[in-house]
């Protein structure tokens, strides 16, 4: 079986779907009206759209004009576009910023709650802001852990471990045989895998209210603790994301056995099957203290603007997008995963390296949903790296989180004290 049958990509390239992609909107730019309903999304989402929205066309006569965003400059793109009043009419949300921008007022309540209807636990709990949902989901990404079989059954692994000690264990076992190697990748300034462990181990990051950190806590303590001893005992390499080149070629080499992803490995994994066969890796959920537990995701979802002049055109696209014949549609495509449970019911959703992100989607981490969380993450992962890298204890850098935790949220608190916000 070729990497390109596995997942339902036999012939299709990511260069020759971009410029196909980019030819369909070349062909749309000639046909569009004025008035033509727009469209931003980020990543292969925004790459691959045309595809998707060709079909809507169709369907509906509606001209559409999609653009592709940078997903690090998306967040600052919309909003500089909300200030200006010219947001597009659809737009693209990591599930964490929607609370953001219905705060602002950028975009519109759901008109039919039936459109989130079908979904994973939680998945709608970060698409709500006062009580009113604001979005749709579109693709859920929870974090599991790619992993070398070969490599694995080297030192007496039929599978990833699904314990903390397992993990240890691996380590240990790979670093005896290839003391040049790591067990597992983990970079610095990526915040999900030490969301991942506080999670399994019960954690949860606020207290009183979501106003104040809450760090200096025996599970937060375990989880911070395990993950430094993976890079003090030099199982994984203390390095960011720009400082391995290409994180796919080290794992095809064997650099590290132990890779904690998302979905979007899939594709790449399938591009790039030339280096590494599908039968030498494999996908497990991720370790938990006693066994696999709730992790983090990066879900993706779909909001309509409050400056479109066409709302129910507007909704009506969401509804084609979040259909589950375009979802799975999208999961053919570039590999993204279906937000919708009866689109995994499909033979298609058969694969037995996507059953660990529906199981793992059914165990999400529980997170705050207030829009401060973006900020908290990242410098929660500040403090994370330095204790790595030997500038603090643990002790004092779960101090160091509840500091800046509770310097982030003084507004909040404030705010809460004046009774402005509950």
């Given at each position: 079986m070729t990497g390109g049958d596995r997942f339902g990509h036999a012939g299709l390239t990511r260069r020759?779907?971009?410029?196909?992609?980019?030819?369909?909107?070349?062909?749309a730019c000639g046909r569009r009206d004025p008035d033509a309903l727009t469209f931003w999304a980020t990543g292969y989402e925004g790459d691959y759209s045309p595809h998707l929205l060709a079909a809507f066309t169709r369907a509906t006569g509606m001209a559409t004009d999609a653009q592709s965003l940078p997903g690090s400059a998306a967040h600052e793109k919309y909003l500089t576009a909300?200030?200006?009043?010219?947001?597009?009419?659809?737009?693209?949300?990591?599930?964490?910023?929607?609370?953001?921008?219905?705060?602002?007022g950028a975009i519109e309540p759901l008109a039919d709650p039936a459109l989130a209807g079908d979904g994973f636990p939680d998945v709608m709990r970060p698409l709500t802001y006062?009580?009113?949902?604001?979005?749709?989901?579109?693709?859920?990404g929870s974090q599991v852990q790619f992993y070398r079989r070969d490599i694995l059954g080297e030192i007496g692994f039929d599978t990833a471990p699904s314990t903390w000690d397992g993990w240890r264990t691996v380590g240990a076992r790979l670093k005896r045989r290839y003391p040049d190697r790591y067990a597992m990748l983990m970079f610095l300034n990526w915040w999900d895998t030490l969301v991942t462990f506080a999670s399994a181990a019960g954690a949860?990051?606020?207290?009183?209210?979501?106003?104040?950190?809450?760090?200096?806590?025996?599970?937060?303590?375990?989880?911070?603790s395990f993950y430094v001893s993976l890079f003090a005992d030099g199982y994984a390499p203390g390095v960011s994301s720009n400082e391995i080149q290409d994180p796919m070629a080290a794992f095809a080499r064997g650099y590290f056995t132990l890779y904690p992803s998302g979905p979007t490995l899939l594709t790449d994994l399938r591009r790039r099957v030339d280096e590494i066969a599908p039968d030498r890796w494999g996908t497990a959920r991720m370790p938990g203290p006693d066994g696999p537990g709730r992790v983090s995701a990066i879900n993706n979802s779909l909001a309509v603007s409050t400056r479109s002049r066409?709302?129910?055109?507007?909704?009506?696209?969401?509804?084609?997008?979040t259909s589950v014949e375009s979802e799975l549609t999208f999961q053919r495509m570039i590999g993204v995963l279906p937000a919708r449970r009866s689109a995994w019911r499909d033979p298609q959703l058969a694969d037995p390296v996507l059953r660990p992100f529906a199981e793992q989607m059914e165990l999400p981490a529980r997170l705050p949903t207030i829009v401060e969380w973006e900020r908290i993450r990242l410098d929660v992962q500040i403090v994370a790296e330095r204790v790595v890298r030997g500038g603090l204890t643990i002790d004092e850098g779960l101090a160091a989180m509840d500091t800046r935790v509770d310097a982030i949220l003084a507004k909040r608190r404030a705010l809460v004290a004046a009774g402005r916000i509950a």
């Open positions: 020759g779907m971009i410029a196909g992609g980019a030819a369909g909107m070349l062909a909300f200030a200006g009043a010219s947001l597009p009419d659809v737009m693209m949300l990591p599930s964490g910023w929607v609370s953001e921008f219905a705060m602002i006062g009580g009113v949902a604001y979005a749709v989901p579109w693709s859920v949860y990051p606020l207290r009183a209210g979501d106003t104040r950190g809450n760090f200096r806590t025996p599970a937060y303590r375990e989880a911070l066409r709302k129910a055109d507007a909704w009506a696209l969401v509804r084609h997008l």
